[in-house]
């Protein structure tokens, strides 16, 4: 029975299979970096895309700030008591002892 590489199971490879199958691996290696830079390059260019429009449009800065302070507020307020509504916070809490 052969395998998928045409090896009988158990045949050892000889050296030219082996430095085949090698160079094999390293194309295919090569072309997976080559897609990652491509990638890598378009996504640069689109956040300096995006500094630039920022750069050039000042109130779009000003707009981008606020919303980023809106959702840092609101993210760090997860989870905290809010005493204005009467909550104190430690009925989600039980507290179990431990002797």
Do not use: Y
């Not at 085949?20 to 830079?37: N, S, V």
């Not at 750069?55 to 307020?77: H, I, K, N």
């Amino acid at each position: 029975m052969r395998t998928e590489e045409g090896l009988r199971e158990g045949e050892p490879m000889s050296d030219d299979e082996t430095t085949e199958r090698a160079q094999d691996r390293a194309q295919e290696g090569l072309i997976h970096l080559q897609a990652a830079a491509i990638e890598t390059i378009a996504a640069a260019r689109s956040f300096l895309d995006a500094i630039e429009q920022l750069v050039r449009d000042p109130a779009a800065g000003a707009a981008v700030a606020s919303f980023v302070e809106t959702v840092t507020d609101t993210v760090s307020r997860v989870g905290r008591p809010n005493p204005a509504s009467g909550d104190r916070g430690d009925e989600r809490v039980e507290r179990i002892r431990v002797s």
